[in-house]
């Protein structure tokens, strides 16, 4: 994506935390959608910030600072199945804007 | 369980042929998108529908054209493929309105033109 940026590979074993950062510049902003991607298939929903803050699901987190433009997502326990490619999207006027995604690998 | 689908896993077409992609949502959403996805480029918007007949062009519409007539379908078309066009193409579906639009996506369509 143009204006959002997110490392493009990360690696971590099995059962640690491993934190993806993601970086925005937007003139408007509605929300922050974070999707996991696994190879072969379509994107799927994982989390949603429209306030600065941190939002918790199970395993995974998602942090949100909107006068740094920033959030991160936080996997903990991590597994052999959390590996996979995880977008970043901000949303403003009725549509996402997509960072290129981070491929994250797990090794056991 | 909610569902997009989308008419073809695979498609190879030749340079000038016209290419219909189809995407059919059973979640009554408003808004539906064609994405083409490009390794190290990510997810790029090519259209957007936020309602029956309506159409927006996103970041990338150039040799693109869409279809709304019903508010389950989307259609993407390529008037005439050109090599360039080769890439995966996602459609999505979301609600509109206040509170939270997560997408749906599609499987998506891998088209070759050869």
């Known amino acids: 994506g143009q204006n959002i940026d997110q490392p493009t590979e990360m690696t971590a074993t099995e059962g640690a935390i491993v934190q993806i950062n993601c970086t925005y510049q937007?003139?408007?902003?509605?929300?922050l959608f974070w999707y996991q991607q696994h190879a072969g298939e379509a994107p799927t929903f994982l989390s949603y910030?429209?306030?600065?803050g941190l939002e918790e699901k199970g395993r995974f987190s998602s942090f949100l600072s909107r006068s740094k433009g920033y959030s991160y997502l936080l996997l903990k326990e991590l597994q052999m199945k959390d590996s996979a490619s995880y977008l970043c999207a901000y949303f403003y006027g009725g549509k996402s804007t997509f960072g290129d995604g981070t491929t994250l690998t797990v090794k056991p | 369980d909610v569902k997009v689908t989308q008419s073809s896993r695979y498609l190879v077409k030749r340079t000038g042929e016209k290419v219909f992609l189809e995407c059919v949502q059973d979640?009554?959403?408003?808004?539906m998108f064609w994405y083409r996805q490009d390794p190290g480029l990510g997810l790029r918007l090519i259209y957007f529908?936020?309602?029956?007949?309506?159409?927006e062009k996103g970041d990338i519409p150039e040799g693109y054209s869409v279809s709304r007539e019903k508010k389950e379908r989307f259609s993407l078309i390529l008037e005439s493929a050109s090599t360039n066009q080769t890439s995966m193409y996602l459609c999505a579906s979301s609600t509109r309105g206040t509170g939270r639009h997560e997408q749906y996506f599609g499987p998506g369509t891998r088209l070759t033109v050869t």
């Open positions: 529908s936020y309602d029956v007949k309506m159409k």
């Open positions: 910030n429209v306030l600065d």
């Open positions: 979640m009554d959403h408003e808004n």
């Open positions: 937007t003139s408007g902003f509605n929300g």
